[in-house]
C-alpha cells in the first residue's frame, strides 16, 4: 500500500452534532478522542448544544468530557487568533519501513525527525487521522516501542520505550508528567519516604513562552487517591537536593505526595504565557542616568566592565512581576559606531524585590549603549487538566 499523507487545519463546517455527541459516549477510547477532536472544530457556536447535553446527561465520565469542551473550545479558538490554526496530520501506513515514515510525517509536520541505533527498516503499521504534532509523535514512539527527544536540533527517535504516563493533548501542547520519583530519605535520626510528581506542559518549537519557568506553571486544585483523600504533602527539607530532567521547549515543577498503594489523580491548570508586544529598552553605559522605566519596572545597570577578554554588564531590575527574569529578551551592546554586538547570558540571581542577570560580549567592544527586548504585554494560556491512573512507586 502507498503511504497517505494530508495535511489539514482546525476548521470543519458546522453540522448535526448529534452522531459526535454519541460517539462521546463510547466504550471505545479512540472513539471518544476522535468524536472530542471533531466537536472541538466545530467551534464556539456549539458551545449551547454542549452545555444543554451536559445538563440531560446522567452520566458523570460523558459529563467530565462535556465540561473539558466546554472549557477547551473558547481557548483554542483564541490561540488560533494569536498563533494560527493548530496542524494536524492525517497518515495511514501498513507495514511501512521506519525511515520512510519517519521521512514523511517529518515533512508533514515541518520538522526534522531521525532514528538513533534503531532498525530503518522496521515495520510500521500507524493510522493518524488529524493528529496533532505531540498526538503524531506519542502514537508512533508507541507502536514502534521507542521513545524521542525534541530537541532544538530536530525530533530524534531512539531505543527504549516511553514511560506510560497520561497525557492530555490540547492543540499545540502536551501536558504529562515528566517524572514521577519514589524518594526514601535515610540520615542519621531521619527515615522519610515521599513521592516526586513533575507535571510538565510541552509545547512546539514555534512558540516562544515567556515567564513562567520558576515554580509559577501549575495552579494543583488537588491530587487524590483512588478513595477521593488528598495525598499532597509538605516539600521535606531534604528535598532541596533532589534534581529532575528538564526538557526544552517544555515547562515543569514538581510537587510532593505521600506514598500511597494505589494510582493517584491530579488536577489542576497550567498556565503558559506568551508575548505579545516586545519593547526595545535602551540604558547608557556610562553617566549618572544609567536607568529605564516600564509601568511594571525600573531597570539600571549595576555593572559595566572592559577587559582584555570580554566586556559584561549587569542589568537590574527593582521589582519582580510575574516572569520578569525571563521578559527580558535578546539583550545588545551598542558601540559608538551604531553596531549591536549581541550579548551572551551569564550568571543571574533572582529575589524578593527583583534580579539581577550577567551578559557578556566580544573582547574590544567599547559600549555606548545597553539595549535589550522587553515583552511588555503578555498573552496567558490557561490549560485546564485532569490525569488520572498514576501509578506511585
Not at 223 to 239: E, S
Request: charged share 25%; hydrophobic share 40%; glycine share 8%.
Amino acid at each position: 500500500m502507498m503511504l497517505a499523507l494530508v495535511l489539514s487545519v482546525l476548521f470543519q463546517s458546522q453540522s448535526d452534532p448529534g452522531p459526535l455527541l454519541e460517539r462521546l459516549r463510547s466504550d471505545s477510547v479512540v472513539e471518544r478522542e476522535e468524536a472530542g477532536r471533531s466537536l472541538e472544530r466545530l467551534g464556539p457556536g456549539i458551545i449551547d448544544r454542549l452545555k444543554k447535553e451536559l445538563e440531560a446527561n446522567p452520566d458523570l465520565e460523558t459529563k467530565f468530557r462535556l465540561r473539558q469542551l466546554i472549557e477547551r473550545i473558547p481557548k483554542i479558538a483564541e490561540l488560533a487568533k494569536v498563533y494560527g490554526p493548530t496542524r494536524r496530520v492525517t497518515l495511514s501506513a501498513h507495514d511501512r519501513p521506519l525511515s520512510e515514515v519517519t521521512s514523511e510525517l517529518g515533512k508533514a509536520l515541518e520538522e526534522s525527525i531521525g532514528i538513533e541505533d534503531l532498525d530503518p527498516g522496521q515495520a510500521v503499521t500507524l493510522d493518524l487521522k488529524e493528529a496533532t504534532l505531540w498526538e503524531a509523535l506519542d502514537r508512533l514512539a508507541k507502536t514502534t516501542k521507542t521513545s524521542y527527544a525534541y530537541l532544538p536540533s530536530g525530533i530524534r527517535f531512539k531505543k527504549g520505550e516511553m514511560t506510560d504516563l497520561p497525557v492530555l493533548y490540547f492543540e499545540q501542547f502536551r501536558i504529562s508528567l515528566a517524572e514521577v520519583k519514589y524518594v526514601d530519605h535515610r540520615s542519621p535520626g531521619v527515615s522519610e519516604a515521599a513521592v516526586l510528581l513533575a507535571p510538565e506542559v510541552a509545547f512546539q518549537r514555534n512558540l516562544k513562552p515567556t515567564g513562567g519557568k520558576w515554580g509559577n506553571t501549575f495552579a494543583i486544585e488537588s491530587i487524590q487517591d483512588a478513595a477521593g483523600a488528598d495525598v499532597r504533602c509538605k516539600a521535606p527539607a531534604w528535598a532541596s537536593g533532589i534534581n529532575f530532567a528538564r526538557q526544552p521547549f517544555s515547562l515543569q515543577q514538581h510537587f510532593f505526595v505521600r506514598p500511597v498503594g494505589g494510582p493517584v489523580t491530579i488536577q489542576g491548570t497550567a498556565t503558559v504565557a506568551f508575548s505579545q508586544e516586545n519593547r526595545e529598552i535602551a540604558i547608557a553605559v556610562k553617566g549618572e542616568n544609567r536607568e529605564a522605566e516600564t509601568p511594571e519596572v525600573k531597570f539600571s545597570l549595576g555593572g559595566y566592565t572592559e577587559t582584555p577578554a570580554a566586556t559584561t554588564i549587569t542589568l537590574k531590575a527593582d521589582s519582580l512581576v510575574p516572569g520578569s527574569y525571563e521578559r527580558v529578551k535578546s539583550v545588545w551592546l551598542l558601540d559608538h559606531s551604531g553596531k549591536r554586538h549581541r550579548g551572551s547570558p551569564g550568571r543571574g540571581e533572582i529575589g524578593p524585590g527583583g534580579f539581577t542577570h550577567e551578559f557578556s560580549f566580544p573582547a574590544g567592544v567599547t559600549g555606548k549603549e545597553v539595549v535589550f527586548e522587553w515583552a511588555a504585554t503578555l498573552r496567558p494560556v490557561e490549560i485546564p487538566f485532569r490525569l488520572t491512573g498514576i501509578r506511585i512507586p
